[in-house]
């Protein structure tokens, strides 16, 4: 929709610029006395701010049941108190998520991935119904920050994110080690097959698994903030950044650092230069920034959802960003990050060297990164970061990138007669680059994760285990999977690949393809495979394959019938009804 406003560059009659450019149809002379009477009752405290100010929605992610989120109240109170003293207005709202981790592994995990599609739609919805000048958006878990940057694609009007930020990181007495959330699901696998242990290091060993559990719980997650290791959080907030939709440093400060409060300080000046420069969001979402974000992803390690999450932010600012623009990017970018999922560190280790700027700095330096992108400070990203210090000579976290982890990307884009539409895989290398073994088939995940609470999934054999009708229709909401694979490695069962047209959590890690497409719920080639299939997945060839015939597939395709759809009516049903495929970004409104 165009709504109507007044072009940019214009000024009021005492010379200052004009701002207040949408908000200014409602606001002006007496066209609309009754809304401009509900606005004075909200807050605008005289005749002058409602000709002059400009409205700023401050759209946080806020809720209290998740640590990703509980903050986020706090920080857009203190966005709001800078942006009044900077003589706007803010209005602070509020839009849900869920938690990925919570909903985990149960079918609360459903509602996720639409969630994103609900910020979309609410921000959107409150930016445009309340003709706002600038949104300033506060997301914290994964789905929050494609979220808000759709919605953002969508008004294009004067916008900025701020990440809620990292997590701290958790310390596991039993354990000796530093821990993180993902730690609890990959116990559990060592839980069930009883190879959950304290190290043998001369320290008291003396407690029972039970104990341990209780312990890993207790302690994963010491702080506010989004999951620690480079994760779909983390993933998605440093991509923002380097498309120059964030104020440098926001997507490495963790939540409970001063610097994020400075950060909200900071971001009122910034979005009035935003709306006195016209840096919109569609002058940011470019093939270049784009870019940006695939080269920080690659070089980071960052989460399968990325893929998912850029198509569907692409698509939605008309950015012609496609499948293989992914895997062109993976074939040049060297991974060298060694931080958690694959790693051993964590968001708040990078930002104690440098933080994500250091990163950036690097990468432009070395011509991987487009540091001449516009950013919302009005510089490009290379100005953004020239006077951030480069990362230490003695820090261990980023590998030079003459000898990194992996000489490309470990992101692979796969097709094949079982992926003819395409799929994701996350391959670092370190389970070796290709995997052949036989298909054991389960119809949701829940299957799945039954078998590997009761032991039933046996070493020995190369296994591929197929989880498929949990697709964006089929699922529906297209759940993601962490326990399986968390649990394969905390069971040490090394000789597994996992497949689904599911998601997994970016915390997943281990030979895995997700987002096979089509989907088994709308015909895939993922239903038709039986146990015992031989499939093979190929990051070298880019493959992957089943080994039965066209004649054969063609006569399974015969005999198989549709799922019924078990869930009819509410948010599901819609989402069902509405989403397109994964390879095109499982959005809800591309019609
Ligand atoms: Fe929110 Fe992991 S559950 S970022």
Not at 69 to 91: F, I, P, Q, R, S
Not at 562 to 569: A, N
Request: proline share 6%.
């Amino acid at each position: 929709i165009n709504f109507p406003c007044l072009p940019p560059g214009g000024k009021h009659p005492d010379g200052s610029p004009v701002l207040n450019r949408w908000s200014s149809v409602i606001t002006k002379g007496h066209d609309f006395p009754g809304a401009k009477a509900m606005l004075y009752a909200a807050g605008v405290p005289d005749k002058e701010a409602m000709a002059k100010a400009p409205h700023v929605g401050i759209a946080s992610v806020w809720w209290e049941g998740n640590p990703c989120n509980m903050h986020l109240m706090d920080l857009g109170k203190t966005v709001k108190k800078a942006v009044v003293e900077k003589g706007m207005l803010g209005w602070q709202y509020n839009t849900i998520g869920v938690s990925d981790a919570i909903t985990m592994g149960n079918d609360g995990m459903r509602f996720s991935l639409q969630t994103r599609e609900i910020i979309a739609d609410s921000v959107e919805s409150v930016t445009c119904a309340q003709a706002h000048d600038a949104c300033i958006a506060i997301p914290g878990c994964d789905k929050n920050m494609p979220g808000v940057v759709m919605a953002m694609a969508r008004h294009n009007r004067p916008s900025i994110m701020i990440y809620g930020g990292t997590i701290n990181i958790g310390y596991s007495e039993c354990l000796r080690k530093p821990i993180n959330v993902s730690t609890c699901f990959e116990a559990s696998g060592a839980y069930a097959y009883n190879t959950l242990k304290q190290p043998d290091d001369g320290g008291d060993t003396s407690k029972t698994k039970d104990e341990i559990m209780d312990e890993l719980e207790k302690n994963a997650c010491p702080s506010a903030g989004a999951c620690g290791g480079m994760f779909t959080a983390n993933t998605m907030a440093t991509a923002i950044e380097s498309m120059g939709l964030s104020l440098p440093g926001s997507s490495s400060t963790p939540a409970s650092s001063p610097s994020k409060m400075r950060e909200c300080v900071r971001v009122a000046d910034a979005i009035k230069v935003c709306m006195e420069k016209n840096i919109r969001p569609r002058d940011l979402l470019t093939k270049r920034s784009f870019e940006n974000a695939l080269v920080m992803t690659m070089a980071l390690g960052g989460s399968t959802n990325g893929v998912l999450h850029f198509l569907a932010m692409a698509r939605t600012a008309e950015v012609d960003l496609q499948l293989d623009d992914i895997q062109r990017v993976s074939n040049k970018i060297p991974f060298i990050a060694d931080l958690s999922p694959s790693g051993k560190y964590y968001m708040a280790d990078l930002y104690e060297i440098g933080g994500i700027p250091s990163v950036q700095k690097l990468l432009i330096a070395a011509g991987l990164l487009d540091g001449d992108i516009p950013t919302v400070t009005g510089k490009t990203l290379a100005e953004n970061v020239a006077s951030w210090p480069s990362l230490p000579q003695d820090q261990t976290l980023i590998r030079p990138l003459s000898n990194p982890i992996k000489a490309t990307g470990h992101l692979q884009i796969l097709r094949g007669n079982l992926a003819p539409g395409g799929a994701v895989a996350k391959i670092t290398g370190k389970e070796g680059l290709s995997f052949t073994g036989k298909a054991r088939v389960f119809d949701k995940e829940r299957q799945l994760n039954e078998a590997l609470d009761e032991g039933r999934i046996p070493r020995g054999e190369n296994l591929v285990l197929i989880v498929r009708y949990e697709g964006p229709k089929g699922g529906p909401g297209m759940p993601e999977q962490l326990k399986a694979s968390a649990a394969l490695m905390g069971a040490k069962l090394n000789n597994i690949a996992l497949i689904t047209d599911g998601r997994y959590s970016g915390a997943s890690h281990g030979f895995i393809v997700g987002h096979i497409t089509p989907e088994a719920a709308v015909g895939g080639p993922i239903g038709l495979v039986k146990d015992g299939d031989v499939i093979t997945i190929d990051a070298e060839t880019n493959s992957i394959s089943m080994a039965v015939s066209d004649e054969e597939l063609e006569e399974r395709r015969r005999q198989w019938t549709p799922p019924v759809p078990q869930i009819t009516r509410g948010v599901l049903a819609k989402y069902a009804h509405l989403v397109g495929d994964a390879s095109h970004g499982a959005m809800t409104d591309l019609f």
